[in-house]
């Protein structure tokens, strides 16, 4: 098991969280529902079964921050990301 799934699993306790979330990457959007989230990454459910990139960034539902992340899985719809803290950004575009 890598260091970045173990991290995600081992993470600190998830919450319940169920916002609409938006996922970013090369010029498209995707729609998704944030399921849960922890601070080390997000349990995600999308809209359709189209290819997603490895890296890809976040946006919550009234949050103001955009996350960068990383896929760690994908079983269908449902999928599990992990958060790359070094890049996360407000929506638009100046860093934290």
């Known amino acids: 098991m890598s260091t ?3 991290r995600y699993k081992t993470d600190s306790q998830r919450t319940v969280l169920m ?5 970013f990457f090369r010029n498209t ?4 529902v944030v399921l849960n989230l922890s601070t080390g990454g997000a349990g995600l459910a999308v809209e359709s079964d189209d290819a997603l990139p490895f890296a890809l960034d976040l946006e919550i539902e009234s949050e103001p921050i955009r996350r960068h992340c990383i896929l760690v899985w994908r079983l269908e719809r449902r999928l599990g990301v992990t958060f790359e803290y ?4 407000r929506p638009e575009g100046g860093p934290i």
């Open 86 to 89: 070094d890049r996360m950004q």
């Open 19 to 23: 916002k609409r979330g938006t996922i």
């Open 4 to 6: 970045t799934i173990r």
């Open 29 to 32: 959007s995707v729609g998704c």
